[in-house]
């Protein structure tokens, strides 16, 4: 089951109790851009973006299914826009598609200027996550999935 790939739309395509709980599970997570976190570009290092993203995508995974989950894939990283030191960029991570052992989690991160109201889409990229149960084997994410 899947959400197209447009981060403006709203219509899901999933049941009502996992549509119910992918709204629950959204994380949004917003951080200050600091010198200690760009390239020598002054903008954001990209690494440091992958793995906030990661980690996002993460935290939505886990409240999604309240399982123990490993990240086994990122899909295309989109870097749309560069993000400069000082300012504030936020990350929204939304489960997209639900499988029998996986999840996958768009994560999109906007750059908002500290100092006047503009807000812009800068990162989009997804992840895929597989729950594992104590034994480190793929086990059921959703009971209905």
């Not at 709203?10 to 600091?34: C, G, L, N, Y």
Request: a negative charge; proline letters at 4%; aromatic letters at 8%.
């Amino acid at each position: 089951m899947s959400l197209a790939q447009n981060p403006n739309q709203t219509e899901t395509h999933f049941p009502d109790d996992i549509a119910a709980r992918i709204i629950q599970s959204e994380a949004r997570v917003i951080k200050a851009i600091f010198p200690s976190n760009t390239n020598h570009h002054n903008t954001l290092f990209g690494g440091d973006a992958l793995a906030w993203m990661d980690e996002t995508a993460f935290i939505a995974a886990t409240r999604f299914c309240r399982k123990s989950l490993v990240t086994v894939s990122s899909d295309r990283i989109d870097f749309k826009k560069a993000i400069p030191a000082g300012s504030l960029a936020e990350l929204i991570a939304k489960v997209i598609h639900v499988g029998n052992t996986s999840v996958k989690v768009e994560v999109n991160i906007y750059v908002e200027d500290m100092y006047k109201d503009h807000r812009e889409h800068a990162i989009r990229g997804v992840f895929t996550f597989v729950a594992v149960d104590e034994n480190r084997q793929p086990t059921q994410v959703w009971p209905h999935a």
